[in-house]
């Protein structure tokens, strides 16, 4: 196992050293960009089209067409609803022509190591200094020479407020659920999201390796089950049940959280202080990418601070942006809503992301994830 | 896809019972609830969808008010419109294709006789039970296998593949109570082939083949799984566009979108009772 795992990093090694290689050279069609990077870029190296394999709903219309009229270059995009459907679109049978994607951050690091995405070339991104620092060099991209950050948020916790005892503020308090009302909680039907709670209320991290202490989450999870008999959903569905009444109280992805809030006045959603989840969607241009250098006039265009604002105000998830925010262009009401845009200060260390991708790892969660279900 | 199976149009000739249950009695209640019961099962969903549709809230859960934001959102969001484009386009091309290559085979099976029939029948059967997943990552290989850039021409070249043996089978049926004598008959009276098969073949065969062409153009329509392998960039057809919302949750401008297909479905269906009621008279 040992020899294999170390053969694969040598492969991953390789691979990236290669790609380094083949990146290094700048292309002999822009020298003048690379001397100016500041002036727009020449029109007649630019591609007709970007194709952009992106999460489904995840970019304004709007955005799109000032590109198409400022650059004359037609952004067709695709969707996918999971970072693994992505990823193995372009395992099997390689990139089918896209020139840009949108993996979260686990999915950088793994497709990174695979060697499956370009580095960027960030003379050409002259707006990637509007992003904000605490979304550079995460652990993903440690040198930040892959990605550029999108989208970011957090999972925590969605309840309805009428019809709860008290207000949750912590994890801990949800998995006291009261058995008066079983059957009314309902928790992510996902492996990790659904563990790290167990793993956080124990102390642990929800990134924890020690198969002891997955074990010990699993049986605490086991253990609430049998209590609260919990429902496993996903976020839109936990969305929905809560809106209409059938769940008091969910685990959820802040941005169904959004929909479901607007929907239902009584619905409040917090970010548990006892360690949630954050996530960071990123940009990304997939090996074999028919034209990177548009790709990349693309990402700094969308890194633009009226450009980040107005598909932030259309999507409603956090953006990175940290101009836009500055400058006040992002809508109030979303710019000013802790659930968007958590006080990051304030809760700390209390954001972790959750990192996938060792298969030894993954297999240890999602052994105590089927034991969890099938309990 | 097997469960799919309904040959259209192809009545069935078995009389009514002759005994009918009483109205009152008890085979009569139990007759009324399993029909009751098969009805709403089937459409219940399907009016709930429509309902939603009309709905103004953005998660499915509750009513709030009438509105037609989705249909208007529908109308103006490119990209839907776009993936259902493609949807037709790659339904009507594959129905197409399926049509003519299904029926000249089926007309070849059935009038010719050679020693590895059998054998060749079967295999026409068998993309009927083969699972679809199994087809779906079957093509996906063998196409990355002659690299053939995955996209529409992909997207029909399997649709084609599946939908083949459906309309295979349903002209086989059609064929097995052809009368001959017809064909025959016009050769006698100096037609030669083409104008045979123009005037008398291809008529008589007519509401086999619209009948194979709907189910064709339904299997397409709705095809997820093995559209899910072999599309490209930007070819994403209708069903692969709504999976890749899932995260995003489906807000109701699919419930819209799904109406619009059912309405598109329904005509069709019409517009094809209409051309086969008119060729039996």
Redesign the interface.
């Known amino acids: 196992m040992n020899r294999r795992k170390f053969l694969r990093l040598g492969l991953g090694l390789t691979g990236s050293t290669a790609l380094m290689a083949a990146c290094g050279a700048p292309a002999p069609s822009q020298p003048q960009e690379a001397q100016a990077p500041t002036t727009s870029p020449s029109a007649e190296a630019l591609a007709k089209e970007l194709s952009w394999y992106n999460w489904g709903s995840y970019v304004a219309d709007s955005v799109l067409e000032k590109f198409k009229a400022e650059f004359g270059v037609t952004v067709k995009v695709d969707v996918y609803s999971s970072n693994e459907e992505m990823e193995a679109k372009f395992k099997a049978g390689g990139n089918p022509g896209y020139d840009l994607i949108t993996p979260s951050d686990y999915m950088v690091s793994k497709m990174v190591a695979a060697g499956m995405i370009e580095k960027l070339n960030f003379d050409r991104i002259p707006n990637f200094k509007n992003i904000d620092d605490s979304h550079k060099k995460l652990y993903f991209d440690p040198t930040n020479e892959y990605s550029v950050a999108y989208n970011w948020g957090c999972t925590g916790f969605a309840f309805d407020k009428t019809k709860l005892p008290e207000p949750i503020a912590n994890w801990k308090q949800v998995t006291n659920w009261p058995e008066a009302l079983r059957g009314k909680l309902g928790m992510l039907d996902d492996v990790r999201e659904l563990l790290a709670v167990g793993l956080r209320v124990l102390g642990y991290s929800g990134n924890a390796t020690d198969p002891a202490e997955i074990n010990a989450a699993r049986d605490l999870l086991i253990d609430l089950k049998r209590r609260a008999n919990y429902a496993l959903t996903d976020s839109p569905n936990a969305a929905t049940n809560i809106v209409a009444g059938d769940i008091f109280g969910t685990q959820i992805y802040t941005s169904d959280a959004v929909t479901a809030r607007r929907e239902n006045a009584n619905v409040v959603y917090v970010i548990p202080g006892d360690v949630s989840t954050v996530w960071q969607d990123n940009l990304c241009v997939p090996k074999g990418a028919p034209s990177q250098y548009t790709a990349e006039v693309f990402i700094d265009f969308m890194c633009r601070p009226e450009i980040a604002a107005e598909n932030a105000n259309e999507v409603g998830l956090g953006t990175p942006n940290a101009v836009a925010l500055k400058q006040g262009l992002i809508a109030p009401e979303l710019a000013e809503d802790k659930a968007i845009y958590p006080d990051v200060a304030a809760l700390g260390n209390a954001l972790e992301f959750l990192k996938k991708g060792d298969p030894q790892v993954d297999e240890l969660y999602q052994r105590a994830f089927d034991e969890i279900k099938t309990a | 896809m097997a469960s799919d199976v309904i040959l259209l149009g192809e009545r069935s000739e078995i009389k009514p019972p002759r005994r009918i249950a009483r109205r009152g009695s008890l085979s009569w209640f139990a007759l009324v609830t399993v029909t009751f019961f098969t009805f709403a099962f089937l459409y219940v969903p399907i009016a709930v969808l429509i309902a939603f549709s009309f709905n103004s ?6 009513w709030q008010s009438f509105s037609l934001q989705w249909y208007e959102r529908v109308f103006s ?3 839907i419109l776009e993936a259902a484009a493609n949807s037709l386009i790659v339904a009507v091309l594959a129905t197409v294709g399926s049509v003519v290559i299904g029926t000249l085979m089926a007309m070849a099976m059935e009038r010719y006789q050679f020693r590895t029939k059998l054998a060749w029948d079967a295999i026409l059967y068998l993309p009927v039970i083969i699972p679809e997943i199994v087809m779906g990552i079957s093509l ?2 063998f ?2 296998t002659i690299s053939l ?2 996209g529409i021409v992909t997207l029909v070249i399997s649709h084609i593949a599946f939908c083949m043996p459906f309309v295979y089978l349903t002209m086989r049926a059609r064929l097995a109570d052809f009368d001959k004598s017809l064909e025959e008959a016009a050769q006698d009276l100096g037609a030669d082939e083409w104008t045979t098969f123009r005037r008398i073949t291809l008529p008589l065969l007519m509401p086999g083949i619209i009948s194979s062409a709907l189910l064709a153009f339904t299997l397409s329509l709705d095809d997820f799984v093995i559209s899910f ?1 072999v ?4 070819s ?1 057809t209708l069903p692969v ?1 709504i ?9 109701p401008e699919i419930n819209a979108i799904s109406t619009l297909m059912l309405l598109l479905s329904i005509v069709l269906v019409i517009v094809a009772q209409l051309i086969q009621r008119r060729q039996r008279t």
Not at chain 2, 243 to 251: E, F, L
Request: net charge positive.
């Open positions: 809230a953005r998660t499915g859960a509750t969001n490119t990209r996906l290989i196409f990355a850039s995955r392998f599309t490209g960039v930007g994403q566009y999976w890749g919302q899932i995260r995003r949750g489906i807000t």
